[in-house]
């Protein structure tokens, strides 16, 4: 987190057990007044399964504590939300909070970015119709955001193996997107992130303004010489992202900073190493990027 911010609020729920004890013992950068503490939940878990290769095959987990990240438990801090420079949600959230947060958003002219998760949730942050700032799915979480959109199976490209086609879903998806989301970063694993946004690529991404020609660019992935596992590279890619949104970094600055974060994740046991920070990432940093013309 850059320095000249304070803490980020971070409004969430563990269990009154070991696992959650750790967990906040290791979250000092965080202001953790908003984390309930609860004696009938056990803290949230997720095991995932982890091909040789680095790739997740599969997860199971238990997140039945998020259900006590009610709308009213967050509303005890509606006066620090509503002076916020972006609020970051998820989609393990219930409904009704994930509505009132929009909402707050909203009265308040505050950027939101939506992390969908896990496919079967990508769609919750649009079901209340606001349009969203800043969204971060994989592929398969795209697909399905779209198909609760309403875009038919004729509408989709065909789901197909070869980088060409993913590339070409992926933009299409994107495009199509652009009626409920300001700016979409899309993680395609070894391909890249594609970027399709609403806003110029030399302002600050935080300040996207919104143009009428969405425009996508193709950043590549991180270059790594030890590969272990990609379980927390989209979250620690979109940490950094963040953290450069909050230095005011135009796009692909926020992306360099991003994929910095994303390759310690990738190279690293742990889901987010102990050793990211602020101070980790190399600031100034600019992402290549390709552009994807509309006629691809």
């Not at 590549?220 to 953290?243: L, Q, R, Y």
Request: aromatic share 6%.
């Amino acid at each position: 987190m850059p320095r000249d911010h304070p803490p980020p609020l971070f409004i969430s729920a563990v269990g009154n057990d070991s696992t959650g004890e750790s967990l906040l013992s290791n979250l000092k950068h965080l202001d953790t007044r908003g984390v309930l503490i609860s004696s009938d939940e056990s803290t949230a878990s997720y095991t995932g399964i982890i091909d040789k290769k680095g790739e997740c095959l599969m997860g199971i987990g238990d997140m039945a504590a998020h259900m006590l990240i009610t709308a009213e438990h967050v509303q005890k801090f509606q006066s620090t939300l509503e002076n916020c420079p972006i609020f970051v949600i998820d989609g393990n959230i219930p409904q009704d909070t994930m509505d009132y947060i929009l909402r707050v958003a909203k009265q308040n002219g505050i950027p939101v970015w939506f992390e969908p998760t896990d496919a079967k949730k990508a769609y919750k942050a649009f079901i209340s119709g606001h349009v969203i700032d800043f969204a971060s799915p994989n592929l398969n979480e795209l697909r399905t955001l779209m198909e609760n959109q309403g875009a038919s199976q004729s509408q989709l490209t065909p789901r197909e193996d070869p980088p060409s086609a993913i590339l070409k879903e992926a933009f299409e998806l994107s495009h199509m997107a652009m009626s409920i989301v300001n700016t979409l970063f899309v993680t395609l694993g070894k391909l890249g992130v594609m970027v399709t946004s609403k806003g110029s690529i030399n302002d600050p991404l935080i300040k996207c303004c919104s143009t009428k020609c969405a425009t996508t660019r193709l950043y590549p992935p991180p270059i790594v010489s030890t590969f272990v596992s990609v379980s927390g590279a989209g979250d620690c890619f979109a940490a950094g992202v963040g953290a450069g949104m909050l230095k005011n970094l135009p796009e692909s600055e926020c992306v360099a900073a991003g994929t910095a974060a994303a390759a310690m994740s990738i190279a690293a046991h742990s889901t987010v190493p102990s050793e990211l920070n602020a101070e980790s990432i190399p600031w100034g940093s600019t992402a290549k990027y390709q552009i994807i013309p509309n006629n691809f």
